[in-house]
C-alpha cells in the first residue's frame, strides 16, 4: 500500500477513535432546563441589567465578527493564491533560500500578518471593554499583554515550524505519521507546562491565604475525593473587573485558579459554589477528556492536511510543487483556518455539555442553589453577560450555559431536592 493508501487508513482510524471518545466520554444527553424557567430567572434579573449587558454584547459583536471574516479573508488570500509562497521565499531570500529560514521565519512572518490585519479588531474590543469598565489595565498594559503573547507564540510557532519541517526533511514519504504523532504529543505536552510555564507569564499565583474560606474549600475538595494540593489565587484584577475561576493542567500540575477579583466582590458560599463547579471538572477529569480528544484531534488534522493539501488544483492555486515545501505553509494555514471555523459550533456545543454536567455537580456537592444562582447572577452583573443570548450566536460560539439556564437549573435542582 502507498504511503496516501496508509494516510486514508490512519485518517479513518483516528476519525473514529474520536467519534467513540466524544460519544463515551462527553455527557450528551443533559437537556437544559426547561424553557419556561429560563424565561423565570430572566424575568427575575433586573430589566436594566439585562439591557445594559445586551447593549455591551452587540456593541463588541461588529469587531468580533469583522475580526473573523478578515482573518478568514487574509488567510484565504495567502493560502489560495501564490503570494503567500512569495512572502515565504522572500523571508528566506537573505539566507540564500534556506529551508530553516524559509520554514521558521517565512512561517512567522505568515502569522504575524494574520495578527496584525485583525489587530485594529483586537483594538476596538480592548476599547468597548474600557469604555464599560471592564477592563482595567489601560492601553499600555494591553499593549504589554499583545507583546507578551506575541513573544509565547513565536516560540511555541518557531519550535514546531522547526520541528514539522525538519520531520518532512527526514522522512519524505512519511513525514505525515510522524507528524500526526508530534502533533499529538505537542497537545499532551502543553497540558502539563502550559500552567506551569505560560500562565505565570500574564499573571501571578498565590496561594490563598490561611483562614476560613481557604480551609472550606480544601474541605470540600477533600469530601469530593479531589486531590487539590492548593488553591491559588490569580491577580487578575491587574487587567479586569471580570470573576472567573478554573482549573488547568493535569496530574501533579493540576490546580484550581480563583481570580482576585471573585475574592473581592462575591461572599464566600458564592465562591465555595464556583470552587465546587471547578471541582466538578476535576472529578469528571475535564482537562484529561479535554487532551485526549485534543490530541486525537491533532494527529487527524495533520493526516487530513497531508491528503487535502496533496490536491493538485489546490497546490496549482497556491503556486507549489508539494503541500511538504515550507512555501506550502500559508495553503495549511488557510486549510486550518476553514476547519477552525466549522469546528467552533461542535467545541461549543462539547463545552456546553460538560460545563452543564460541572454546574450539576456543584450544586449536589454544595447542596446550596440559594448560593449557586446568586453567584450566577453575579457573574452575570460583573462580567457584563447577556443573560439570554441570541441562538445564533449561543450556537455558533457559546462556551458556557447561557445565565438564565445555569439559574433555571439551580431552581430545577431546588425543586426536586426539596428546598
Ligand atoms: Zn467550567
Request: charged share 15%; aromatic share 8%; proline share 7%.
Given at each position: 500500500m502507498s504511503p496516501r493508501g496508509w494516510a486514508l487508513l490512519a485518517l479513518a482510524g483516528l476519525a473514529l477513535a474520536l467519534v467513540v471518545t466524544t460519544?463515551?466520554?462527553?455527557?450528551?444527553?443533559?437537556?437544559?432546563?426547561?424553557?419556561?424557567?429560563?424565561?423565570?430567572?430572566?424575568?427575575?434579573?433586573?430589566?436594566?441589567?439585562?439591557?445594559?449587558?445586551?447593549?455591551?454584547?452587540?456593541?463588541?459583536?461588529?469587531?468580533?465578527?469583522?475580526?473573523?471574516?478578515?482573518?478568514?479573508?487574509?488567510?484565504?488570500?495567502?493560502?489560495?493564491?501564490?503570494?503567500?509562497?512569495?512572502?515565504?521565499?522572500?523571508?528566506?531570500?537573505?539566507?540564500?533560500?534556506?529551508?530553516?529560514?524559509?520554514?521558521?521565519?517565512?512561517?512567522?512572518?505568515?502569522?504575524?500578518?494574520?495578527?496584525?490585519?485583525?489587530?485594529?479588531?483586537?483594538?476596538?474590543?480592548?476599547?468597548?471593554?474600557?469604555?464599560?469598565?471592564?477592563?482595567?489595565?489601560?492601553?499600555?498594559?494591553?499593549?504589554?499583554?499583545?507583546?507578551?503573547?506575541?513573544?509565547?507564540?513565536?516560540?511555541?510557532?518557531?519550535?514546531?515550524?522547526?520541528?514539522?519541517?525538519?520531520?518532512?526533511?527526514?522522512?519524505?514519504r512519511w513525514w505525515w505519521a510522524f507528524g500526526a504523532a508530534g502533533a499529538a504529543?505537542?497537545?499532551?505536552?502543553?497540558?502539563?507546562?502550559?500552567?506551569?510555564?505560560?500562565?505565570?507569564?500574564?499573571?501571578?499565583?498565590?496561594?490563598?491565604?490561611?483562614?476560613?474560606?481557604?480551609?472550606?474549600?480544601?474541605?470540600?475538595?477533600?469530601?469530593?475525593?479531589?486531590?487539590?494540593?492548593?488553591?491559588?489565587?490569580?491577580?487578575?484584577?491587574?487587567?479586569?473587573?471580570?470573576?472567573?475561576?478554573?482549573?488547568?493542567?493535569?496530574?501533579?500540575?493540576?490546580?484550581?485558579?480563583?481570580?482576585?477579583?471573585?475574592?473581592?466582590?462575591?461572599?464566600?458560599?458564592?465562591?465555595?459554589?464556583?470552587?465546587?463547579?471547578?471541582?466538578?471538572?476535576?472529578?469528571?477529569?475535564?482537562?484529561?477528556?479535554?487532551?485526549?480528544t485534543g490530541a486525537l484531534g491533532a494527529a487527524a488534522a495533520v493526516v487530513a492536511l497531508y491528503l487535502i493539501g496533496s490536491w493538485?488544483?489546490?497546490?496549482?492555486?497556491?503556486?507549489?510543487?508539494?503541500v511538504?515545501?515550507?512555501?506550502?505553509?500559508?495553503?495549511l494555514?488557510?486549510l486550518v483556518?476553514?476547519v477552525?471555523?466549522v469546528a467552533?459550533?461542535?467545541?461549543?456545543?462539547?463545552?456546553?455539555?460538560?460545563?452543564?454536567?460541572?454546574?450539576?455537580?456543584?450544586?449536589?456537592?454544595?447542596?446550596?442553589?440559594?448560593?449557586?444562582?446568586?453567584?450566577?447572577?453575579?457573574?452575570?452583573?460583573?462580567?457584563?453577560?447577556?443573560?439570554?443570548?441570541?441562538?445564533?450566536?449561543?450556537?455558533?460560539?457559546?462556551?458556557?450555559?447561557?445565565?438564565?439556564?445555569?439559574?433555571?437549573?439551580?431552581?430545577?435542582?431546588?425543586?426536586?431536592?426539596?428546598?
Amino acid at each position: 500500500m502507498s504511503p496516501r493508501g496508509w494516510a486514508l487508513l490512519a485518517l479513518a482510524g483516528l476519525a473514529l477513535a474520536l467519534v467513540v471518545t466524544t460519544a463515551l466520554l462527553i455527557p450528551w444527553n443533559r437537556p437544559p432546563a426547561p424553557r419556561a424557567d429560563q424565561l423565570a430567572a430572566l424575568r427575575a434579573l433586573p430589566a436594566d441589567q439585562v439591557a445594559h449587558g445586551r447593549e455591551f454584547r452587540a456593541a463588541l459583536r461588529p469587531g468580533g465578527y469583522a475580526s473573523i471574516a478578515v482573518g478568514l479573508l487574509i488567510a484565504l488570500a495567502l493560502g489560495l493564491t501564490p503570494l503567500g509562497s512569495r512572502l515565504i521565499e522572500l523571508a528566506g531570500r537573505p539566507f540564500g533560500g534556506h529551508w530553516i529560514a524559509q520554514a521558521v521565519l517565512g512561517g512567522l512572518a505568515v502569522v504575524l500578518i494574520a495578527d496584525l490585519v485583525t489587530l485594529p479588531f483586537s483594538a476596538w474590543r480592548q476599547a468597548v471593554l474600557t469604555r464599560y469598565g471592564l477592563s482595567t489595565n489601560g492601553w499600555g498594559g494591553w499593549v504589554i499583554d499583545l507583546l507578551k503573547s506575541y513573544a509565547v507564540s513565536a516560540v511555541v510557532g518557531a519550535v514546531a515550524l522547526l520541528g514539522f519541517y525538519a520531520v518532512i526533511r527526514l522522512a519524505p514519504r512519511w513525514w505525515w505519521a510522524f507528524g500526526a504523532a508530534g502533533a499529538a504529543g505537542l497537545v499532551v505536552l502543553l497540558s502539563f507546562v502550559l500552567p506551569v510555564l505560560v500562565e505565570p507569564v500574564f499573571n501571578r499565583f498565590t496561594p490563598m491565604e490561611q483562614g476560613p474560606l481557604r480551609t472550606e474549600l480544601i474541605a470540600l475538595a477533600a469530601r469530593d475525593g479531589v486531590p487539590v494540593r492548593d488553591v491559588l489565587v490569580a491577580d487578575a484584577s491587574r487587567r479586569t473587573r471580570a470573576v472567573n475561576a478554573y482549573v488547568s493542567g493535569i496530574g501533579p500540575t493540576r490546580r484550581v485558579v480563583v481570580y482576585d477579583t471573585l475574592l473581592r466582590e462575591a461572599p464566600p458560599e458564592e465562591v465555595t459554589a464556583v470552587v465546587a463547579h471547578e471541582l466538578g471538572h476535576a472529578r469528571d477529569r475535564d482537562v484529561t477528556v479535554g487532551t485526549l480528544t485534543g490530541a486525537l484531534g491533532a494527529a487527524a488534522a495533520v493526516v487530513a492536511l497531508y491528503l487535502i493539501g496533496s490536491w493538485a488544483p489546490l497546490l496549482r492555486l497556491a503556486g507549489v510543487d508539494s503541500v511538504a515545501q515550507p512555501r506550502a505553509f500559508p495553503l495549511l494555514v488557510a486549510l486550518v483556518t476553514v476547519v477552525g471555523l466549522v469546528a467552533t459550533p461542535i467545541q461549543a456545543l462539547i463545552s456546553r455539555r460538560v460545563e452543564a454536567r460541572a454546574d450539576a455537580h456543584a450544586l449536589a456537592l454544595t447542596e446550596d442553589p440559594a448560593a449557586f444562582e446568586s453567584m450566577q447572577r453575579r457573574l452575570a452583573t460583573v462580567n457584563l453577560a447577556d443573560p439570554d443570548p441570541p441562538r445564533w450566536e449561543y450556537l455558533y460560539s457559546a462556551t458556557h450555559p447561557s445565565t438564565v439556564e445555569r439559574m433555571a437549573a439551580a431552581r430545577a435542582y431546588a425543586r426536586e431536592a426539596g428546598r
